[in-house]
């Protein structure tokens, strides 16, 4: 059964710091590239962050490039999400996507709730 699970959403106030995680079974983890994405109420989900199969290429939204950095451990089938400087804006429900580039298969986690507020 093919299982991602988000965790370390939460309130933070703006400036501060917060690392998500997702956590992958029921696939091979290495053989896909893992993205996150994320969702504000009212708005399409929003394309934040990808890395490739081996960590070695990364990619991100123009509004959160300098501030997020996404990484992985595939010994750990774990892919992170360290989000810094946050603003108001970075509020929304973030998602994490497994993608398989040869077969084109992709999961979705359920989702975190991140709120950044003052």
């Known amino acids: 059964q093919v299982q991602l699970v988000e965790s370390g959403g939460g309130l933070v106030q703006p400036g501060e710091s917060l690392r998500l995680s997702c956590t992958a079974s029921?696939?091979?983890?290495?053989?896909?590239?893992m993205s996150w994405y994320r969702q504000a109420p009212g708005k399409e989900r929003e394309f934040v962050a990808v890395v490739t199969r081996t960590g070695a290429y990364t990619n991100y939204g123009d509004s959160m490039k300098g501030r997020f950095t996404i990484s992985r451990d595939n010994a750990k089938s774990t892919v992170y999400l360290q989000m810094n400087s946050l603003k108001p804006e970075d509020t929304a429900v973030y998602y994490c996507k497994a993608a398989n580039p040869i077969t084109y298969a992709n999961y979705w986690g359920q989702g975190t709730q991140v709120t950044v507020s003052s």
């Open positions: 029921g696939f091979t983890f290495s053989n896909y590239a």
